[in-house]
């Protein structure tokens, strides 16, 4: 299968830029959504849909919903749903700048843009903790199986699903924890990234053990840290061949299912939270067709 947005599995790149978009209330989208396809292959720009832009031109797609808005004791997880969503991948900061100003030109006047994140890969697949990121990602074929759709017909297949959060770090708390308090937040070991069997319950690793679900809960994850003149984080982004997987592991991290927060919330908390719909690609172009647009 080779009709999914390419940047999806790619390798991270250097230097990122998010842009989250509204939809203008009155606006019909259409013209700018089959702008966007035409210029877009899903390679150095990937592609989201919000389920406010999907509904907006009459459509449905099976497996989008909102974003689940998740308080519990310590735990604040907002929803910030959105009309577009769009990951710039590149390693040119200008290229990046100046490909953000077309696009916004390319969308208006149906959507504003609201939020631009700016990202990087950090020595060379690191959080700011120091900790790596995505140590359990699937890989190769597994990877496909895991992030695209398969089976559910021409406009359907090739196209995923996309959770984001921005979670922004207390690196000055985290850094003043003594290195073994360090260690058991991850679960994992800094200096080598070995899994320290010994960790507490409520360590990420074991609040996030993809093969613990039932079913299953693997997600491809791809996200980098995100940082501005005042603040910095990881900005999260899984990808998935449904929401279920992602929503499973974020449940469990809140102590939703049994009483235990992830200690990840001891530094760091997430400021948005937001579901899109990644369309497929067709002749190097974004396939809208399950939307009723070609």
């Not at 990122?16 to 989208?29: E, G, V």
């Not at 060379?124 to 995505?134: I, R």
């Amino acid at each position: 299968m080779t009709n999914f947005q390419q940047g999806i599995l790619d390798s991270l790149p250097s230097l990122a830029r998010y842009l989250i978009f509204s939809l203008n209330q009155n606006a019909d989208p259409t013209e700018a959504l089959q702008a966007l396809a035409e210029s877009t292959d899903g390679s150095e720009t990937v592609v989201g849909l919000g389920l406010s832009t999907i509904q907006k031109v009459g459509a449905h797609i099976e497996g989008l919903r909102p974003f689940p808005v998740i308080v519990n004791a310590g735990v604040d997880i907002p929803a910030t749903p959105a009309g577009l969503w769009l990951w710039l991948r590149g390693e040119d900061r200008g290229e990046l700048l100046h490909r953000t100003r077309r696009l916004r030109r390319l969308l208006a006047p149906a959507f504003t843009l609201e939020t631009v994140v700016d990202a990087f890969r950090y020595n060379p697949g690191l959080d700011l903790t120091g900790y790596e990121d995505g140590t359990e990602n699937p890989v190769d074929d597994e990877a496909v199986a895991v992030a695209f759709v398969r089976g559910q017909g021409e406009g359907l297949d090739g196209s995923s699903f996309v959770a984001t959060q921005q979670w922004i770090h207390d690196l000055d708390f985290f850094d003043s924890l003594p290195p073994e308090a360090q260690d058991h937040v991850f679960g994992r070991r800094r200096s080598d990234n070995a899994e320290l069997f010994d960790a507490p319950e409520s360590a990420h690793v074991k609040r996030t053990a993809q093969e613990s679900f039932q079913p299953e809960a693997f997600v491809l994850r791809r996200s980098l840290p995100w940082a501005d003149a005042w603040q910095a984080g990881l900005f999260f982004v899984a990808f998935g061949r449904s929401l279920n997987a992602f929503e499973a592991q974020l449940k469990r991290m809140a102590g939703l299912e049994d009483g235990i927060v992830d200690a990840v919330f001891t530094y760091s908390q997430p400021v948005s939270g937001a579901y899109f719909w990644c369309p497929p690609v067709r002749d190097g172009k974004l396939d809208l067709r399950a939307l009723g647009l070609s």
